[in-house]
Structures are given as C-alpha cells and as structure tokens.
C-alpha cells in the first residue's frame, strides 16, 4: 500500500474544500493506505471540536465522520505552528488527538517520505 499525504490549506471559510481533503484521507485510510495530514493556513482551525462536529461540506459529508475514520486508521496530523499561532490554535487544543506542531520542514520532509501529495 502507498503512503499518501494530504496537504489541506482550507479551513471553515471554505467547508466544501475543507472537508474534500478529510474525506479523500478517509477514503484512502479504508483502502489501506498509511496517511497523513499537514493542516497549514486556515486549515489549522478544522481540529478545534467545534469545528469538527458543526462543519460538514456539499456532497463531502461530516468532518467529524471523516476526522474519526482516519484517527481511527492511524492517520496523523501536524499543523503548521507558524498558522496556529496567527489563528489562536494553541497546543492544548491537541491535547487526546494524534497530532502535533510542525514547522515548513517537516511539510517538505513528509512530501518526500510519502508517495503521493494530495493538495486541498
């Protein structure tokens, strides 16, 4: 199986395209693949349980669902730090959740230790 990361810049001001990234990680965590998730820009506001639980895309269903699915599979997430400290995403809010700060280097170290780079 592949390792796939989804690269999701997106956050609330665009629920459709925000909630497509989720969706395609999930769809690609039930086919077996390892995935993980950079959530940089706005974006960094989608693991705030808020916004999990109130946003939902047209025709890309539930981040919630989606969010739980990939957590569920052993997805990972990392939120660019730089973003999350423009936005008020503070680390306590990462507290029970498989995710972690990151900075540019670690965007550029996971494109080139996964096999596929899906951008949304």
Do not use: C, W
Request: glycine share 12%; hydrophobic share 45%; proline share 3%.
């Amino acid at each position: 199986m592949a390792r796939i990361l989804v690269h999701v810049t997106h956050g609330p001001e665009h629920p459709t395209r925000a909630a497509l990234g989720f969706l395609v990680a999930k769809a690609a965590v039930e086919e077996g693949h390892e995935v993980s998730l950079f959530l940089a820009g706005d974006a960094v506001q989608l693991v705030r349980d808020a916004v999990l639980d109130g946003l939902a895309g047209l025709g890309t269903g539930s981040l919630r669902e989606s969010y739980d699915a990939i957590v569920a599979a052993g997805g990972r997430f990392y939120l660019s730090g730089m973003s999350s400290k423009a936005r008020g995403v503070a680390d306590g809010e990462l507290q029970g959740k498989p995710a972690e700060m990151a900075t540019p280097n670690v965007l550029v170290r996971l494109s080139l230790e996964h096999d596929r780079v899906l951008t949304y």
